[in-house]
């Protein structure tokens, strides 16, 4: 096919411009930070569930603590009125024998009481000790991700520049070919990945690198300067 020199050169040029812009395009493809994030945001998931468990089961102790507490300052008013009842019924036996008993009855619940409160307060303690360990690992895996996240957004930001303006680059250069050249060129690069032109090396495709047979390649530099490579179907460039 017919080129000019200036029209094999802006070729070049379109095909360097698409190559870096489809390399940058690959490369942020291929960034490892969103895996990373994606297997840190689960992990962090996880022990925000395990955070959420130790605070639901610290809120059931902080209750029954209250609950007890609430039951012990009743039965300190029924001791005190227990005890008011005994000491206005001194002369009467038998009534004094019943409160008694109700008394004892009271401080061995209490007792009780005291008990459950002390291995409560034992329970909370384990508890923070165990929220403390967890939220430290949240933090941490929380600014892990906001490290990953910065690390990404900063390289996507520079790969996503360069292909903006390799893309811009592209555009120009392709605005000076020829119609049916750059049609041409677009289609080749399309079916091959983005690499579209390639030269004709001593008798090979310099991007298949398949040997190219003696009546072809007579064919092929009487079609100079460009020509098809019978193998891959990429424009050549035959010098």
């Not at 870096?20 to 022990?47: F, G, T, Y």
């Not at 329970?123 to 600014?143: P, Y």
Request: hydrophobic share 40%.
């Amino acid at each position: 096919m017919e080129a000019t020199p200036e029209q094999i050169s802006l070729l070049q040029q379109l095909q360097e411009h698409d190559r870096r812009r489809l390399r940058a395009k690959l490369a942020l493809e291929n960034l490892p930070q969103p895996a990373k994030i994606a297997a840190v945001r689960s992990k962090r998931e996880a022990v925000q569930a395990k955070f959420d468990q130790i605070e639901t089961l610290r809120q059931r102790q902080d209750e029954a603590l209250e609950h007890i507490g609430d039951e012990d300052a009743q039965l300190v008013e029924r001791q005190k009125e227990t005890q008011a009842k005994i000491d206005e019924l001194q002369g009467d036996y038998r009534s004094v024998n019943s409160l008694t008993r109700d008394l004892e009855g009271i401080a061995k619940r209490r007792e009780t009481l005291e008990f459950e409160s002390t291995n409560i307060m034992g329970k909370l303690d384990e508890i923070s000790v165990l929220a403390s360990k967890v939220a430290a690992a949240l933090e941490q895996l929380s600014a892990q991700e906001a490290k990953l996240s910065d690390s990404y957004g900063e390289k996507a930001v520079e790969l996503k520049r360069i292909m903006e303006d390799e893309g811009q680059a592209a555009l120009r250069v392709a605005s000076d070919l020829p119609r049916n050249l750059l049609a041409w060129y677009r289609d080749a690069a399309r079916l091959h990945g983005g690499i579209g032109i390639a030269l004709l090396e001593e008798g090979r495709c310099g991007a298949c690198r398949n040997v190219i047979e003696e009546n072809r390649l007579l064919q092929i530099r009487r079609e100079a300067p460009l020509s098809t490579c019978p193998h891959c179907g990429r424009i050549l460039i035959v010098e």
